[in-house]
């Protein structure tokens, strides 16, 4: 087990750019989480996955954003078009839950810049 | 959503003393953790205490679920502390997203 991998941990892009962040979870966990935190703020949930199947999409979460989890491992978010509000900490989690019983454990984060 | 609220926002301690920080919640939760995050951004469990009291090394903390809020001791404060302290609290018919409080900045100087 070694832990919640996120790459790249750095992207600058211009404006405009489409961008996609891999996340790879702790294989035994089964939900796998996103979330986007800005300068000074704390997190804000984005989507999540149970297995394979995306179970809730934030209002946070425009029509130019889209998420992955193919076979219920890896995930990947992609943002079109990339604006300059854009530019935040992307953090992705994984968790098991079993008889209500849960933890997160967070990735080291992927940092975009759109300029 | 489940409203979070930290305080206080900034706290700067002496290297050796001893600090308290307060999370407040404003309803019933199944899960509330404790991050740190350091300055690459890593976001570092530091306990998952939805009740109760944990102890680890120089840090502890208290859930009072009934009273809907915890505490995070950090005692004989070192630099290595610094850094953005979070709680986040989650709850089963939210289907366990977690919410977050703004956090609590800590700059312990040597």
């Known amino acids: 087990d070694t832990g919640v991998s996120q790459n790249p941990r750095h992207k600058i892009t211009k404006r405009g750019q489409n961008v996609t962040f891999r996340c790879d979870p702790i294989s035994e966990h089964n939900r796998l989480y996103w979330y986007r935190q800005t300068l000074g703020q704390g997190p804000e949930f984005l989507t999540y996955f149970q297995n394979e199947a995306q179970l809730e999409k934030s209002r946070l979460l425009s029509d130019r954003f889209s998420a992955e989890r193919p076979k219920g491992s890896f995930s990947t978010l992609e943002i079109q078009r990339t604006e300059q509000g854009d530019s935040a900490m992307y953090l992705c989690?994984?968790?098991?839950?079993?008889?209500?019983?849960?933890?997160?454990?967070f990735g080291s984060g992927t940092r975009l810049t759109v300029v | 959503g489940i409203q979070v609220e930290q305080s206080p926002p900034d706290l700067i301690l002496q290297e050796g003393a001893n600090s308290t920080l307060r999370c407040n919640f404003s309803?019933?939760?199944?899960?509330l953790q404790w991050f740190h995050q350091n300055p690459w951004g890593q976001l570092i469990n530091l306990f998952y205490i939805p009740s109760g009291t944990k102890q680890n090394g120089r840090l502890s903390a208290t859930t009072v679920a009934t009273e809907r809020y915890s505490l995070l001791y950090i005692s004989s404060s070192q630099t290595t502390d610094s850094g953005v302290y979070f709680c986040?609290?989650?709850?089963?018919?939210?289907?366990?997203?977690?919410?977050f409080g703004a956090g609590t900045t800590v700059t312990v100087r040597a």
């Open positions: 309803d019933s939760v199944n899960n």
């Open positions: 989690a994984s968790s098991f839950i079993f008889r209500g019983v849960y933890g997160y454990t």
């Open positions: 986040a609290v989650g709850r089963q018919s939210n289907d366990y997203k977690l919410s």
